[in-house]
């Protein structure tokens, strides 16, 4: 197959293209043309806002399926069904569980009840839209800057799902770790090992939230199995590890393969420091099946959890970021933990 990755010169992009040229695939890459593209791939540049403009040359290459990675809203999944109307077999649009209606009541978007889990494709969806503020897109665009100011998944996968002329396939991501990872999500427990914190606080509503997560090079598999599987056409997938740890389990896992022997430490909500509570209702777990995908298309993690831990330690410590979105107070913690002893 003739493969097309748009935005795919970045975190996600680059497994999904390595692992479509092991499969036999021709791949292009969309983008910017900021840095080279992945070896072994074609590239094109251009800018995401300006599809359009290159119908032409997409029409040449004959594409049988298009994947885009950096949709945002509406308007853009428009755009993108508008240009490869006609000239490609299947649209594959990256999408977010943030759709969720259980996402909804943990961040306050939703009102109403608990969510029943684990959430399935056929969960019920959030009943708000575009539902960040723009400060907090603002600070995110700093980490994703392909956000647009109508960030929004919802529309983005009707459109898409949508058409009745061009079939597509929707990818509802989790929380995605791995070398790359612009958002750096082993950060809050990884960065306190190396300052040498012999204690880590959690406080006891956060250490028990579990959350869906996936190692990037499985997502990478799944997304190349949604692209060049005809059966996937029309379908909605879930990807995420099967085991939805807690926070606190999660990072004694990190720790266990840091090699770190401190020691972690949980306080009642009302004594742990306020920065390391979460904004969210942690009463609403976020727990999704992906089992849909694994019966389907036979998707399965590629790499033991462990050792995708290590290559995430790893590449995090060769690379600390230079813009965090993960606040750290030591004097605080540290005044948490005398209290804590004292009481």
């Not at 608990?114 to 907090?136: F, H």
Request: negative net charge; charged residues 25%; contains cysteine.
């Amino acid at each position: 197959m003739k493969v097309l990755l748009i935005g795919g010169n970045g975190f996600m992009g680059r497994p999904t293209a390595a692992t479509l040229l092991q499969q036999g695939h021709e791949v292009t890459v969309f983008h910017r043309g900021n840095t080279p593209g992945p070896e072994g791939t074609t590239e094109i540049i251009g800018e995401h806002d300006h599809l359009q403009s290159h119908k032409a040359l997409f029409k040449l290459q004959h594409f049988d399926a298009v994947a885009d990675f950096i949709l945002s809203s509406e308007r853009q999944a428009k755009q993108l069904m508008a240009t490869f109307r006609g000239i490609v077999a299947r649209v594959i649009a990256l999408s977010s569980m943030d759709v969720y209606r259980g996402w909804g009541v943990f961040y306050g978007f939703d009102s109403g009840p608990l969510q029943e889990l684990p959430v399935t494709e056929d969960s019920d969806l959030r009943t708000s839209r575009n539902v960040y503020p723009p400060a907090v897109l603002e600070r995110v665009r700093k980490i994703y800057p392909w956000l647009d100011d109508e960030y929004d998944k919802i529309p983005v996968e009707q459109v898409v799902l949508g058409d009745p002329e061009l079939p597509g396939t929707v990818i509802r991501l989790p929380m995605v770790y791995g070398p790359g990872d612009p958002a750096h999500r082993f950060l809050p427990v990884l960065k306190r090992i190396d300052d040498g914190r012999r204690q880590i606080i959690f406080a006891d509503d956060v250490a028990s939230l579990r959350t869906p997560r996936g190692y990037v090079d499985d997502m990478g598999f799944a997304i190349a199995l949604a692209a060049t599987s005809p059966q996937a056409a029309g379908r909605i997938y879930n990807v995420c590890e099967e085991e939805p740890f807690g926070e606190l389990d999660w990072a004694r896992n990190i720790a266990a393969v840091a090699g770190w022997d401190g020691e972690f430490v949980v306080l009642p909500h009302d004594l742990a420091p306020k920065h390391l509570l979460s904004p969210g209702n942690t009463a609403q777990h976020l727990i999704a099946s992906s089992d849909r995908i694994r019966n389907e298309l036979g998707y399965r993690e590629q790499l033991p959890r462990e050792e995708a831990m290590r290559r995430t330690i790893a590449w995090d410590r060769k690379h600390p970021p230079t813009e965090s979105l993960y606040p750290f107070d030591y004097p605080a913690e540290d005044e948490a933990l005398r209290h804590a002893k004292i009481a």
